[in-house]
């Protein structure tokens, strides 16, 4: 009987609508979950006969659900402070991979596994364009995202400097004015460069860079003699290029303590350095000094050594403290910088190149850098006007190796890892998908979709391009539903069951009361 078939159409419809709340519902707290309503339609109609005016006379079959719309609009934002999570704000879907499997997901709730991988919460590879030779190329097929966790960031040599400064001109002639910059050699040891300008009048200010290298001294020691005597020895060696020997350092502050003939303890310190002085000659200092202190040659005594270039200490008892500084071999490391009336440099007029250090204590090959006395926008970086002389800023290119320990997303989806040196390095881009028509996407288990012939194919860029929407790192997109809504359409829906159910009854009353009608 169609009277029991009607209201049972009306109850399988709204069983389904009841599902569909009640999985919204059941997933309000899923990261970016797209709640779903259902539509429905009504069946097929019967004829049963015509009006006398020959109307079609027709009984409806009952009812039928029609389709199932997904909600699109946008979620809320939650903050995590989660690197790996995601944050998609506006049109688009992620790009992950299951296998062979192509899928498009909202949620950014992203892991990263032990191999530095970046996956979803089920499993799926998040897929992005890959870095070529230091930068994303969108251009390339995507492959998944791989985010080191035990890479090493390689030191960089310093190869050009430049800083901002104002020479005073008014400063008299002879002042000198010191700069200073910290740059890095091949192994990424970092050392303090010195600019020294020197007024020489007439808009001429000479100018010198030096590179004070601290140095390590090796200490060895041997046992001779009945009895059996000890005796220590520091070895500080110095560079050396083409027979020449870096000369000591001003800033060296050595201080040598030892016996005196009475066997009282007694100190020197590193007499003065001259300017250029030589390690010979200063050795020579350094004995004179000790016997001045009357330090005996037994307690401590100073050479240099086999080749030129290493200053021995040795003796039976003695102590030292303080550093011995080297200033390495240099080349095109002197000048003079001439400006003219306003004020504005005139000579060099361009760049300084092949300014050169070598033979560092640390073994790193020789610094090699240029100075740019001139920005981008092709105007000098100093200047020489009535102000006080001071330096504004300094740049460098070089750094300190480093390992990674983090990684951020920038709103266009460029992942880079972060070293402990300070350095970032991009590792790839995350894949932004736009659907031609999201409604004809089929849901996939972990809240991931799949395109079909309704849908149409998904066109793949970057975020903040081609219709497509920005990213936020450590954010998610929080579930679209709504409980209020959920909760009237509840009402609705289960009305609706009742009625379909009421309609039932009444139609077994009546059959009852026809067959109690043949009795």
């Known amino acids: 009987m169609s009277s029991f078939s009607i209201p049972l159409t009306g109850l399988k419809a709204s069983s389904e609508a009841l599902d569909t709340i009640a999985n919204n519902l059941s997933n309000m707290n899923t990261t970016a979950f797209k709640s779903q309503n259902v539509t429905f339609s009504d069946l097929f109609y019967q004829q049963v006969g015509t009006t006398g005016s020959g109307k079609t006379l027709q009984v409806g079959a ?116 010191p700069a200073q910059v910290t740059i890095y050699d091949s192994l990424g040891v970092s050392h303090v460069a010195t600019i020294d300008f020197t007024n020489e009048g007439s808009g001429s200010w000479s100018y010198g860079i030096s590179l004070p290298d601290t140095l390590t001294p090796t200490s060895s020691s041997v046992t001779a003699g009945n ?54 000659t200063y050795a020579g200092d350094l004995t004179t000094q000790l016997g001045t202190e009357g330090i005996t040659p037994a307690s401590a005594s100073v050479s240099v050594g086999a080749g030129g270039n290493t200053l ?3 003796g039976t008892s003695f102590s030292t403290s ?26 060099p007029s361009g760049n300084l190149s092949g300014i050169n250090f070598t033979g560092l204590s640390d073994g790193a090959t020789p610094l090699n850098f240029s100075w740019n006395l001139f920005g981008s926008n092709g105007q000098p970086t100093i200047s020489q006007v009535s102000s006080a002389s001071a330096v504004s800023g300094t740049t460098q290119n070089g750094y300190a190796g480093g390992e990674s320990n983090g990684f951020t997303i920038d709103s266009n989806g460029v992942i880079s890892a972060q070293f402990t040196n300070g350095m970032t390095s991009p590792v790839g881009q995350l894949a932004l998908a736009d659907i ?6 089929i849901m996939s288990a972990g809240n991931n979709y799949q395109t079909t012939l309704s849908s149409g194919t998904a066109s793949v860029s970057v975020a903040g391009s081609a219709g497509l929407g920005t990213i936020q790192d450590q954010a998610l997109e929080e579930s679209n539903v709504d409980i209020s809504t959920q909760f009237s359409n509840l009402i609705v829906e289960q009305q609706a069951f009742d009625a379909s159910s009421k309609a039932i009854t009444t139609f077994d009353t009546i059959s009852q009361d026809t067959l109690n009608m043949i009795h």
């Open 227 to 280: 009895p059996p005597v000890t005796t220590a020895t520091d070895t500080y060696t110095f560079a050396q290029s083409g027979g020449a020997v870096g000369t000591v350092d001003t800033s060296t502050n050595l201080t040598i303590s030892g016996l005196n003939a009475g066997g009282a303890s007694a100190t020197i310190t590193a007499p003065p350095i001259a300017p250029g002085e030589s390690l010979a």
């Open 436 to 441: 031609t028509n999201p409604q004809g996407l």
């Open 322 to 347: 303080g550093n011995v500084v080297q200033e390495p071999v240099a080349t095109n490391n002197t000048g003079t910088l001439t400006f003219n009336g306003n004020g504005d440099l005139t000579s």
């Open 62 to 177: 009952g009812t039928q659900t029609a389709a199932t719309e997904t909600d699109f609009s946008q979620g809320g934002i939650q903050e995590t402070g989660n690197a790996s999570d995601v944050y998609l704000n506006g049109n688009g879907f992620f790009v992950v991979q299951n296998g062979n499997t192509t899928e498009y997901t909202r949620a950014g709730n992203f892991t990263q596994g032990a191999d530095g991988s970046l996956t979803t919460q089920g499993g799926q590879q998040v897929m992005g364009y890959p870095v070529v030779n230091g930068a994303v190329d969108t251009n390339a097929p995507l492959v998944p995202i791989v985010i080191p966790t035990n890479a090493v960031e390689q030191p960089q040599a310093t190869t050009t400097l430049s800083m901002t400064a104002n020479l005073d001109v008014s400063a008299p002639v002879g002042t000198v004015v």
């Open 312 to 314: 021995v200490i040795s």
